[in-house]
């Protein structure tokens, strides 16, 4: 029987001289000593540059666009209606939500809203039109949207089957500059999603196709004001 490619009887596989070479560079090192024993420095800068909270907000908008996401932009009380017409736009009829998305976010759209939970199929999903979440926070300087599965955003699998996410941004407390200011505010436990537009790929003609594993179409509302309340 063959042992494949470098590893003839006898002969050190790859991984063997991978771990020998870990063995000897912490063959000095005391077996009390654990990684927190000497803390890494974190003094390089937390973003590029000094903006107000207007011009990174500005910013987000700008780099979602450059990913093809598609922006809007509207204050708390108008939420309601854009939804509507964005859905209305889309032909939606069956809008798959998370368990405790704000009732009244979708309350002027006539559709009807297929709740989360670990029930349904993958085949249920893929026959919704349009999924509507929150999300954790957005990144201004990568143009990236995080979700950690919170209660207004739901489990991964419903960002990822519809073919349409609208995903709703507070710009108030939800946008930060950059990737390590965004670090310091998400819970490494949680399951995370970072999303830099659609869903997109490329073969090896270099020839972009999108919707392969996630939305095809990904429209992120900038929201000024607390929509919670509504």
């Known amino acids: 029987m063959s042992n494949g490619p470098g590893t003839e009887p006898g002969s050190e596989s790859s991984r063997e001289r991978i771990l020998g070479r870990v063995r000897r560079a912490l063959a000095d090192v005391p077996a009390s000593e654990q990684p927190g024993d000497h803390p890494v420095a974190r003094d390089y800068a937390t973003q590029h540059g000094e903006r107000t909270h207007a011009a990174t907000v500005g910013l987000l908008a700008e780099n979602l666009a450059d990913y093809r996401a598609r922006v809007h932009r509207t204050e708390a009380p108008g939420l309601p209606a ?80 519809p073919d349409h996410h609208l995903c709703v941004v507070r710009t108030d407390d939800q946008v930060v500059s950059s990737v390590p200011q965004a670090l310091r505010r998400l819970a490494p436990a949680r399951p995370l999603t970072w999303i830099s537009g659609p ?28 929509p919670r309340e509504l």
């Open 82 to 161: 854009l939804l509507a017409r964005l859905l209305a736009e889309r032909g939606a009829r069956r809008v798959v939500v998370p368990h405790a998305l704000p009732d009244g976010w979708l309350a002027e759209a006539p559709v009807e809203l297929v709740r989360d939970s670990p029930a349904l199929t993958a085949r249920e999903l893929d026959a919704t039109d349009s999924v509507v979440t929150g999300c954790a926070l957005a990144i201004a300087e990568t143009g990236t949207v995080v979700l950690d599965a919170g209660p207004d955003q739901g489990s991964r699998r419903i960002t990822l089957v």
């Open 199 to 226: 869903s997109a790929t490329s073969d090896i003609e270099l020839e972009r196709v999108e919707g392969v594993h996630g939305p095809r179409t990904l429209e992120v509302i900038l929201v000024a004001g607390d």
